[in-house]
């Protein structure tokens, strides 16, 4: 049951994730391999399509047929439950009900869809923490209250009653957060979590997911194509194209100074970059301009004087 | 209905600040209210909300000019109130015609906006919603000819072909129907659809927020292209304050229905004089680790609203 501090709390080795469509087997992760210290976030980034989801969903055993995993080993080193090879489990074993939302929970893009519409935010939380813990419905609702506050939910009674729809965006997600963590996983996957929100709901978004990450001292897999959001929340960085890892490093490592062409690609299509790069460009231009304009006023003065002479 | 006419395509007295050509735009004082009903079947209105404020602004031809702010702060029901997609409740909207003369959108009655309506248009957020999945490329982006008797048969043809080789796509996409394409590709026949009528003004609703930053990078230099081909001026609605610093030239920020500071593109991101510009800025994600973002936002808005 005891971990050593220093291996990884999750350690993907050659996961490989298929397909099959009618135009034949598609390979959405192809031997991927990867791991999370404790207490660490790692983004995982890319564009659509790049396998990113998939790779997520596969952890925590949520791909549906056509799809499949077809290779590798997902080792989870739990402090709770020891070592657990995801991959392998049982569809239908007890111990993978444990490692879902027990273990490593989840938070999704569209908190609209992530919650259910016709049950109350309070009954899903409760739900969430009679799953994994032996408490009474009395003491669900208490840690549930608690919980709802804990992620900036002001009136936590009267929002408990309440429905997802009568929620904003923002608030919803908070829900989704309280859900995903109301159980102290280890891992939380965070699956593109502010992609449907605005900057400063973003903001406010990222900050809670920090805070609460360093308080429940879980790993965070933080999935997003967003390279302001790696660069403000991750500490490690794995490059995903067309089902690979193509680069990973520390954040800074990879940001500053990226090796592989796809990731430098992917940092100049960035607006902030591309503005940056215009302006240099306009910059040099000017200078270029008006170091001939100085030059051709300082001709034409030189011209005059000798008339003057 | 003629003093209507009268009324509405009488000269603009005063074309508003800025030097140079008169606005292609004028916003003065666009109000939009929605009711606010009470909880339960039996709906009683029990309020309004002022989606859109007394929000007043110029638009010179060949300029784009973003909308920013979060959502509900009112910018896409400007954009809509501004194209008459939805009825202003007060205000005008001053907008001249290719002829010189100048007609106010907000008073217009449908019939008179119709032929008003080809040159301002609008490309939208959604490429997968935007396009009717039982249209081919070819209806899709022919259709404003068809409706306004513009063109038919192969000088139909012609024209979408034409429209189609400049916004990247091939002719025998034609035939295809949106399925077949992927988000850029869509937004080009989205692009299309709008262009195909020779617009002065075109609104785009948050029209690169669907698609990954390199296609996003891409589409936008087609809209900056086609802008300088074609002289066209945008009002760019968008909440990526990153997009809009790149791709406008003056920027408004809304917030709860206000434009709370309106000013050049390098202005507003070098020197923002609101104190909710500097907050909204201050959230955004910087790509280097070196630049940190502001988490403290919630609060800082909360005590703005306290003020």
Known sequence: MSTPADTPLLDVQNLRVSFATEEGVVGAVQNVSFSIQRGRTLALVGESGSGKSVTAYSLLRLIQPPGKIVAGRILLRSQRLGEIDVAHLDEKSGLLFKVRGGLMSMIFQEPMTALSPVHTIGSQVDEAILMHQDVSRAAAKRLTLEMLHKVGIADAAMRYQQYAHELSGGLRQRVVIAMALVCRPELLIADEPTTALDVTMQAQILALIKTLQREIGCSVLLITHDFGVVAQMADDVAVMQRGEIVERGTVRAVLKNPQHAYTRALLDALPARRHAARQAAAAQLTAASGATASGASAASGAAAAAEHG | ?307
């Open chain 2, 1 to 307: 209905m003629s003093m209507t006419r009268t009324r509405a395509e009488a000269a603009l007295p005063d074309p508003g600040p800025g030097p140079g050509a008169a606005p292609l735009l004028s916003v003065r004082g666009l109000s939009k209210q929605f009711p606010l009903y009470s909880p339960g079947i039996r709906r009683k209105v029990t309020g309004l909300l002022n989606a859109v404020d007394n929000v007043s602004f110029d638009l010179a031809p060949g300029e784009s000019l973003g909308l920013v702010g979060e959502s509900g702060s009112g910018k896409t029901t400007t954009a809509r109130c501004i194209l008459r997609a939805i009825d202003p409740a007060a205000g005008e909207v001053w907008f001249r015609l290719p002829d010189g003369r100048t007609v106010d959108l907000a008073r217009l009655s449908s019939r008179e906006l119709k032929p008003v309506r080809q040159h301002a248009q609008m490309v939208f957020q959604d490429p997968f919603s935007s396009l009717n999945p039982r249209m081919s490329v070819r209806d899709i982006v022919g259709e404003p000819l068809v409706i306004h008797r513009l063109a038919r048969g192969a000088e139909l043809d012609d024209r979408v072909s034409d429209v189609l080789a400049r916004v990247g796509l091939k002719p025998e996409h034609r035939s295809r129907y949106p399925h077949a394409f992927s988000g850029g590709q869509r937004q080009r026949i989205g692009i299309a659809r709008a262009l195909i009528m020779r617009p002065s003004l075109i609104v785009c609703d948050e029209a690169t927020s669907a698609l990954d930053v390199s296609v996003q990078a891409q589409v936008l230099d087609l809209l900056k292209e086609l802008q300088r081909e074609f002289r066209l001026t945008y009002l760019f609605v968008a909440h990526n304050l990153d997009v809009v610093r790149g791709f406008c030239d003056r920027v408004a920020v809304m917030r709860k229905g206000r434009i709370v500071e309106i000013a050049s593109a390098t202005e507003i991101f070098s020197k923002p004089q609101h104190p909710y510009t500097k907050i909204l800025l201050s959230a955004v994600p910087s790509p280097d680790p070196d630049v940190p973002m502001n988490f403290n936002v919630g609060e800082e808005l909360a005590k703005l609203d306290a003020r």
